[in-house]
């Protein structure tokens, strides 16, 4: 067993995937964020899509790549079960086969007609990801909705009344709703103002203000309750946390990019999951 754990970890690491199965050090991680493999996808996107992004363009870069990677693995496994002889590791090289190099279509067992019909299936999903890109329009629609949450969160907590005063269980004394609006109203910066400004996937400072402020605002919107029960005032410390993310984020130079180690490592890797940096892609 720790032969064939080996021998994954050394094809892993040689296609620049080692950090996601062995613990992450410089050289692992500076091979992940390069690795050959991803790079040419990264390509291959930019040209298809005519986009200058690559990857980061798309809806979802992390499918994409899974994607790419299932496509190997099948042409590996149909390799060696038309092919016979030694598979070919390398990932990079697999990927740009062609079907008479990983194929031999006289072989028509069960298992190879089966792995060609899901290989098949698998390339209709990776083309329409490959073309589902993040458009600008999209992000404008993000930021919409991150300034009408922000008007909703301010109404909720100053002027609840407003909103709802026509219904009869705000009305209703035993119920208390207007302080349960008002609640939601400060716990509105983390369930939708910043979460909508992170759905636009900014970059570089904007980002870490983001990732920061995401953090940030719960703990406050925990604490501050225990000094005061004004929601108006818990309103105003989330946004005034919020805007100290920013001034950070933009006055401190950080260029985007939190060193990721530690506990803390963990969780803004977990705030970038699915943005395809986790599969290693460029910064």
Request: glycine share 10%; aromatic share 10%; hydrophobic share 45%.
């Amino acid at each position: 067993m720790p032969e064939t754990t080996e021998e994954a970890d050394d094809v892993l690491s040689k296609n620049g995937w080692g950090g996601l199965f062995s613990p992450e050090d410089a050289e692992t991680a500076e091979l992940m964020s390069d690795s050959p493999f991803v790079l040419a996808i990264d390509s291959e996107i930019s040209e298809l899509n005519s986009i200058t992004d690559g990857l980061a363009g798309l809806l979802n870069p992390a499918k994409c790549v899974n994607l790419e990677q299932q496509i190997v693995g099948l042409k590996m496994d149909l390799m060696e079960l038309t092919k016979g002889g030694e598979v070919e590791e390398d990932w990079l090289v697999v990927r740009g086969m062609s079907e008479e190099e990983y194929d031999d279509l006289a072989v028509n067992t069960d298992e190879v007609l089966a792995l060609r019909e899901k290989l098949e299936a698998t390339n209709k999903k990776l083309y329409i990801e490959k073309r589902t890109v993040f458009r600008g329009w999209l992000k404008d629609i993000f930021l919409v909705q991150a300034i009408l949450s922000f008007v909703l969160s301010g109404v909720m907590v100053f002027s609840p009344e407003t909103l709802f005063s026509g219904f009869g269980w705000y009305n209703d004394p035993a119920l208390n709703m207007e302080i349960s609006i008002k609640v939601l109203g400060f716990w509105w910066w983390w369930l939708f103002i910043i979460p909508s400004l992170r759905s636009r996937r900014p970059q570089g400072n904007e980002k870490q203000a983001l990732d920061y402020a995401f953090l940030a605002t719960p703990l406050a919107s925990l604490i501050m309750p225990v000094a005061t029960r004004n929601c108006g005032l818990i309103w105003g410390v989330d946004f005034a946390v919020v805007a100290a993310c920013y001034v950070v984020a933009f006055g401190g130079g950080g260029g985007g990019e939190i060193k990721k180690e530690g506990v803390l490592g963990w969780i803004f890797k977990s705030l970038d999951f699915g943005s395809g940096k986790e599969r290693g892609l460029r910064k």
